[in-house]
Structure formats: structure tokens, C-alpha cells
Nanobody
Framework: QVQLVESGGGLVQAGGSLRLSCAAS????????MGWFRQAPGKEREFVAA????????NYADSVKGRFTVSRDNAKNTVYLQMTSLKPEDTAVYYC?????????????????WGQGTQVTVSS
């Protein structure tokens, strides 16, 4: 089992930037891919980005491509989501998740452990 703790959320103006962090403990961090999801008020949780166990491969939702960057530091057991050019529609609770696999995945069913979430609010 993996324990995940997100941090770095907050309130930012449109066009601004934030970096989310997710610290993992438990299962060997470098053995699994990681992902970020988000859930806006009244909407279902959606995929944002994912990164493979080595960091060599990543994937993004079309809505964040070119603005968000996912990365990981296996020595620190941490995955990051750098968010730039933020828009009000990026407002959501952001969750990190540990995949059941080492390769990039995008479906919620592929992720077995979830953090508690961190709120990101983008004002216009």
C-alpha cells in the first residue's frame, strides 16, 4: 500500500503558476507510475497528467497540454505538477495517485492509491 500526501495548492490569479507536490511512502516509489487527477465542483474527477516509473514517459489531458508539466524525483519519493498559465477553469481539488503499473496510465481504475487532495483556486 502507498500513502500519498499532496501539498502546494492555493489561490492564484489567472495567468499565474503553482507547483503541486505529492510525497509518497510505503511501496517502493520507483516501481510504479504516478498520476494527477482533478475534480471541479459538480463535475466528475478527470485525468490531468501521468508519468512513468522512470520519468521517461508522460501523458497529459488536452486541456492542460503545454501549460502543465509532471515530473518526479525518485530519490525524494515525490511527484510534482508544475502548472502555468492557469485559468479559472483549472479550479478544482487536485489528487495524486499511484498506479498499479510501471507504465503511464490514464484511467482511474489503473490507480490503486490516492491522496487526500489539495485545493487549487484560480481567480479571474
Amino acid at each position: 500500500q502507498v500513502q500519498l500526501v499532496e501539498s502546494g495548492g492555493g489561490l492564484v490569479q489567472a495567468g499565474g503558476s503553482l507547483r503541486l507536490s505529492c510525497a509518497a511512502s510505503g511501496r517502493t516509489f520507483r516501481s510504479y507510475a504516478m498520476g494527477w487527477f482533478r475534480q471541479a465542483p459538480g463535475k466528475e474527477r478527470e485525468f490531468v497528467a501521468a508519468i512513468s516509473w522512470s520519468g521517461g514517459n508522460s501523458n497529459y489531458a488536452d486541456s492542460v497540454k503545454g501549460r502543465f508539466t509532471v515530473s518526479r524525483d525518485n530519490a525524494k519519493n515525490t511527484v510534482y505538477l508544475q502548472m502555468t498559465s492557469l485559468k479559472p477553469e483549472d479550479t478544482a481539488v487536485y489528487y495524486c495517485a499511484a498506479s498499479r503499473w510501471s507504465v503511464v496510465a490514464m484511467e482511474e481504475a489503473d490507480f490503486g492509491s490516492w491522496g487526500q487532495g489539495t485545493q487549487v483556486t484560480v481567480s479571474s
